[in-house]
């Protein structure tokens, strides 16, 4: 992988991160103020929704360095040592950790009393979605699960390669 493109994407990566911390101090918090503001209903259920909504942003966070420290590695053509199966390993707990916050909501919605000023679809669309991000995180989840295990075999083979050569 060339090095330009490394760099590149881990200014992704590092804008991405940037990105999510303003959201964490800026948007999520305001955004629930503002909503609290226009439906005073909302605000029972403002902090666990803003809680959830920062953790969920933190686990992406993680991923991104992760994926950074992993594009590292492919820059210096040093995927297949076994450093590489750490961060794959935090990268598997930030997207199993966003499912568990996806699913938390999802029993939130399904169990908790959530007033909506309509009809409550946006609600049964909350509702949707965070069993849909479960679901989706766990087979992302459960794909890179396998990636590491063929991680694990290729440099288990590389040592085994070098001490034949």
């Given at each position: 992988m060339s090095r330009a493109l490394v760099i590149f994407l881990q200014s992704l990566l590092a804008f991405a991160v940037l990105c999510g911390l303003f959201a964490q101090v800026v948007v999520i918090p305001t955004t629930a103020a503002d909503e609290a503001e226009l439906f005073p209903p909302y605000e029972s259920v403002r902090v666990p929704f803003v809680v959830l909504?920062?953790?969920?942003?933190?686990?992406?966070?993680?991923?991104?360095?992760?994926?950074?420290?992993?594009?590292?590695k492919a820059g210096s053509d040093a995927v297949f040592?076994?450093?590489?199966?750490?961060?794959?390993?935090?990268?598997?707990?930030?997207?199993?950790?966003?499912?568990v916050v996806l699913a938390v909501l999802f029993l939130y919605i399904t169990f908790g009393d959530i007033p909506s000023p309509t009809d409550g679809m946006e609600v049964l669309g909350l509702w949707m979605g965070a069993a849909a991000g479960t679901v989706a995180a766990a087979g992302v989840a459960l794909l890179v699960v396998v990636g590491r295990h063929w991680l694990r075999r290729?440099?288990?083979?590389?040592?085994e390669l070098e001490q034949i050569v």
């Amino acid at each position: 992988m060339s090095r330009a493109l490394v760099i590149f994407l881990q200014s992704l990566l590092a804008f991405a991160v940037l990105c999510g911390l303003f959201a964490q101090v800026v948007v999520i918090p305001t955004t629930a103020a503002d909503e609290a503001e226009l439906f005073p209903p909302y605000e029972s259920v403002r902090v666990p929704f803003v809680v959830l909504a920062i953790v969920f942003v933190l686990c992406l966070q993680v991923l991104a360095v992760a994926l950074g420290a992993m594009l590292q590695k492919a820059g210096s053509d040093a995927v297949f040592e076994p450093g590489a199966v750490t961060w794959t390993n935090v990268a598997i707990g930030a997207i199993a950790s966003g499912g568990v916050v996806l699913a938390v909501l999802f029993l939130y919605i399904t169990f908790g009393d959530i007033p909506s000023p309509t009809d409550g679809m946006e609600v049964l669309g909350l509702w949707m979605g965070a069993a849909a991000g479960t679901v989706a995180a766990a087979g992302v989840a459960l794909l890179v699960v396998v990636g590491r295990h063929w991680l694990r075999r290729a440099i288990a083979q590389r040592v085994e390669l070098e001490q034949i050569v």
